[in-house]
C-alpha cells in the first residue's frame, strides 16, 4: 500500500492545520492507522492512531486535547486536525500503519512515505 501525506505548511502559534493521508492498493478499512512525526534533534513518536472502524483512538501526551484523528474508509483517508499549535509542534509529520493496535507505539517500521511539514512559527 502506498500512503500520501500532505496539508502540511507554515502556521502561527494557536493556529490550526488539517493533514491528509491517502492511502492506495490495499484495503485501507483493513488497517489500523497512525499519524507519528519527527522534529530535529528528536526521535520520531507516535503523534496518534485510529483503529479500523474509527473506534479506538490513542495519542500522545503532548497532544492531548488539542489534535484530533479521524478517518474516512470511502475515501481511504485518515485525517489529524491540529488546533492551538505551538511552535514544539514543529516537525515532519507522517502516517503509517501499524500490523495492529497493539503494536501503534511500538512497532518498527521499515519504510516511511514522504511526510509533510508542519511548521509553528510567528
Known amino acids: 500500500v502506498q500512503l500520501q501525506a500532505s496539508g502540511g505548511g507554515l502556521v502561527q502559534p494557536g493556529g490550526s492545520l488539517r493533514l491528509s493521508c491517502t492511502a492506495s492498493g490495499g484495503p485501507f478499512r483493513n488497517y489500523v492507522m497512525g499519524w507519528y512525526r519527527e522534529a530535529p534533534g528528536k526521535q520520531r513518536e507516535l503523534v496518534a492512531a485510529?483503529?479500523?472502524?474509527?473506534?479506538?483512538?490513542d495519542y500522545g501526551d503532548s497532544v492531548k486535547g488539542r489534535f484530533t484523528i479521524s478517518r474516512d474508509n470511502a475515501k481511504n483517508t485518515v485525517y489529524l486536525q491540529m488546533n492551538s499549535l505551538k511552535p514544539e509542534d514543529t516537525a515532519v509529520y507522517y502516517c503509517?500503519?501499524?500490523?495492529?493496535?497493539?503494536?501503534?507505539?511500538?512497532?518498527?517500521?521499515?519504510?516511511w512515505g514522504q511526510g509533510t511539514l508542519v511548521t509553528v512559527s510567528s
Open positions: 503509517n500503519r501499524p500490523p495492529n493496535w497493539l503494536l501503534r507505539r511500538t512497532f518498527e517500521y521499515t519504510s
Open positions: 485510529i483503529s479500523t472502524g474509527g473506534t479506538m483512538k
